[in-house]
């Protein structure tokens, strides 16, 4: 039917009404789509045209250089980069390559949040904050062909109906 706000796309389908959070749906799509690219062929990467340097304090650097090896399994190929930056020269490919310094940031301090909690659960918040980077956002104009598009591969996707569910235990604003 259209667009709410240029955030909720309105649908109606067989007598009802859906409004769809186009942000929380797109995030939620590629939150799946990464667990199912590492589960299977690995994260698809892309080679970034220019190198990021990310400056850390020296706990995140340490805490970065300490899981350089689950980086790249999300998609990352990251090295230090003197004593307290490290150098990413690949980043998940749903990224946009501006978002990979505040992602990387981001990530070093859950890192330091989180660090006992167990590979897989690392891997899910680092899937969680990617893909959130990479949705598209509230305001943000989309065609009526992509809505379109967009609502049948969401409810092509019958799993898929909220943010990851874990998403509340490490992000209090939600």
């Not at 090295?79 to 981001?106: H, M, T, W, Y």
């Not at 989180?114 to 990617?130: G, N, R, V």
């Amino acid at each position: 039917m259209g667009e709410a706000f240029k955030t909720y796309i309105v649908v109606e389908i067989e007598n009802d009404l859906y409004y769809i959070d186009k942000h929380a749906a797109h995030e939620r799509m590629n939150f799946e789509r990464m667990k199912s690219e590492v589960n299977k062929t690995g994260i698809l990467s892309q080679v970034l045209l220019s190198p990021v340097a990310v400056n850390l304090s020296a706990d995140e650097f340490n805490a970065v250089c300490e899981n350089l090896d689950l980086l790249k399994k999300c998609g990352f190929d990251a090295e230090p980069f003197g004593s307290s930056a490290v150098i990413v020269r690949e980043a998940p490919s749903l990224l946009d390559g501006s978002d990979v310094k505040d992602l990387i940031l981001e990530i070093a301090q859950k890192l330091l949040e989180h660090k006992t909690d167990i590979e897989p659960e690392k891997m899910d918040w680092i899937f969680h904050s990617a893909s959130c980077r990479a949705a598209v956002k509230g305001g943000d104009y989309t065609s009526p062909q992509e809505r379109e598009m967009f609502v049948e591969k969401l409810l092509s996707m019958p799993d898929i109906r909220y943010c990851p569910p874990w998403q509340t235990r490490y992000d209090k604003n939600f």
